[in-house]
């Protein structure tokens, strides 16, 4: 359990790539504010939207302020970019191994489940955030196949292999990407199939059983007591079709 | 000057993002292979996806394989991700502040450059990196159009406002992204500017007045006596149309 009180920045109405950062905290049992949905003074949209211009009169350090949400605020400190908060994170709520090349790796697979992302949203997004999806689902469609057909699988058979390839992981034991313990990468990679269950759940049914390792650690997490309790909170907004994987029926194919 | 000696895997025909590593070794002085460039005996692209693929003999941890290229092998330790492999670097290569909230911001600022690379990737492969360009044209253009007067503008101004905010920048010196010193982030920060010049000359000349700190770093980094050197060398391959930043004359509008 983290000493400290952490601020988290993100889009109120959305899992999003806050998700990612709420996991961890939430299995961490870290004291922490979800600041945009908050409703009191100083919380809100309002209040991210000002620390992020360097218009906030909040204690913060606004020479060095983030590009875009999620970003926490630890003491003065502003922390952007998903995987760079969870590096920040990993060694105070003890979800990264201490051990250096391990941590790095740690890291590493991280970023790799970040580039997944940004691709996973860009099947309904490809041509511009900007635009509504009808606007672009011609094209939606097509970058949806290959994402389906190429794209996952090409991701999945990775994080497969290095489960394989994890000496710590045995038979009839619990798996984690790194190491013998939970890392905030194997939080991250539960949101992951979440995610695609949500948006591709025909793609997915038909293609889960290339990744037993894979799904024997997301149902490792959601069974994890902290998790399952999360889970089931208010606190868990519901995937819907704002956020980075959205159900499209017509780009499940 | 670092004494280690480090082997970098990248395709060997597009700066890519193995430019952002190469620009880091070479300002450096380091002593490094760009392994997939060679041709003796266990270099070459055949070596590169050996060892990506865990079939390589050569002295490495197998356990920990990258997804893709770039990645840099350093001792038995493979690394991969950009912004991961210039954090690792950084330090060796004196290329990182020293202080820790300084080194977090430098890497905050890398992740966020690893973006804008991202998006202006897709400018030409809106659907699929697997695709020919040409049957994605129209898709490519529309996104291109959105990425000109949208993107850039919105990644460009935030650089520039962290350069305004960094109190170690003074009129008439060198200006930096953090500190008083040149990071890795200057270095990719000059590198982006390179490509978006290449890929979209007629838009950034129009734009460019509009960044004159950013821009002001680019001409830094570019008189560095090393940079200068690496650039004028054939170590640097020209901007072409199988890297991420492609000069398609209809896209620059």
Same mark, same amino acid.
């Given at each position: 359990?983290?000493?400290? @009180?952490?601020?988290?920045?993100?889009?109120? &109405?959305?899992?999003?790539?806050?998700?990612?950062? @709420?996991?961890?905290?939430?299995?961490?049992?870290?004291?922490?504010?979800?600041?945009?949905?908050?409703?009191?003074?100083?919380?809100?949209?309002?209040?991210?939207?000002?620390?992020?211009?360097? &218009?906030?009169?909040? $204690?913060?350090?606004?020479?060095?302020?983030?590009?875009?949400?999620?970003?926490?605020?630890?003491?003065?400190?502003?922390?952007?970019?998903?995987?760079?908060?969870?590096?920040?994170?990993?060694?105070?709520?003890?979800? $990264?191994? %201490?051990?250096?090349?391990?941590?790095?790796?740690?890291?590493?697979?991280?970023?790799?489940? =970040?580039?997944?992302?940004?691709?996973?949203?860009?099947?309904?997004?490809?041509?511009?955030?900007?635009?509504?999806? &009808?606007?672009?689902?011609? $094209?939606?469609?097509? %970058? =949806?196949?290959?994402?389906?057909?190429?794209?996952?699988?090409?991701?999945?058979?990775?994080?497969?292999?290095?489960?394989?390839?994890?000496?710590?992981?045995?038979?009839?034991?619990?798996?984690?990407?790194?190491?013998?313990?939970?890392?905030?990468?194997?939080?991250?990679?539960?949101?992951?199939?979440?995610?695609? %269950?949500?948006?591709?759940?025909?793609?997915? @049914?038909?293609?889960?059983?290339?990744?037993?390792?894979?799904?024997?650690?997301?149902?490792?997490?959601?069974?994890?007591? %902290?998790?399952?309790?999360?889970?089931?909170?208010?606190?868990?907004?519901?995937?819907?079709?704002?956020?980075?994987?959205?159900?499209?029926?017509?780009?499940?194919?």
């Amino acid at each position: 359990m983290a000493s400290m @009180r952490y601020d988290l920045y993100y889009w109120p &109405e959305i899992q999003g790539r806050g998700e990612f950062i @709420r996991l961890a905290l939430e299995v961490a049992g870290a004291s922490y504010l979800d600041v945009a949905r908050g409703t009191k003074k100083g919380q809100g949209v309002e209040a991210m939207f000002k620390l992020m211009r360097g &218009e906030s009169n909040i $204690a913060a350090d606004q020479t060095r302020l983030p590009f875009a949400p999620p970003f926490l605020k630890a003491g003065e400190e502003l922390i952007a970019q998903t995987a760079h908060i969870l590096a920040f994170l990993g060694p105070a709520l003890k979800l $990264a191994p %201490r051990e250096a090349k391990a941590a790095r790796f740690t890291q590493q697979l991280q970023l790799t489940l =970040s580039d997944l992302v940004v691709e996973a949203h860009d099947t309904h997004h490809p041509i511009g955030s900007g635009l509504y999806y &009808e606007d672009q689902k011609a $094209a939606a469609k097509k %970058r =949806s196949k290959i994402f389906i057909a190429e794209r996952i699988p090409k991701f999945l058979d990775y994080f497969e292999q290095v489960l394989a390839r994890n000496p710590a992981n045995r038979p009839g034991r619990p798996v984690h990407l790194v190491g013998r313990a939970l890392t905030y990468a194997d939080l991250s990679l539960f949101q992951v199939i979440e995610g695609l %269950r949500y948006a591709f759940p025909k793609s997915m @049914r038909r293609r889960e059983h290339a990744w037993p390792n894979v799904i024997a650690l997301r149902d490792q997490v959601a069974a994890h007591p %902290r998790i399952a309790a999360y889970l089931a909170s208010p606190r868990r907004i519901a995937f819907n079709e704002m956020g980075i994987f959205r159900r499209y029926p017509e780009l499940d194919r």
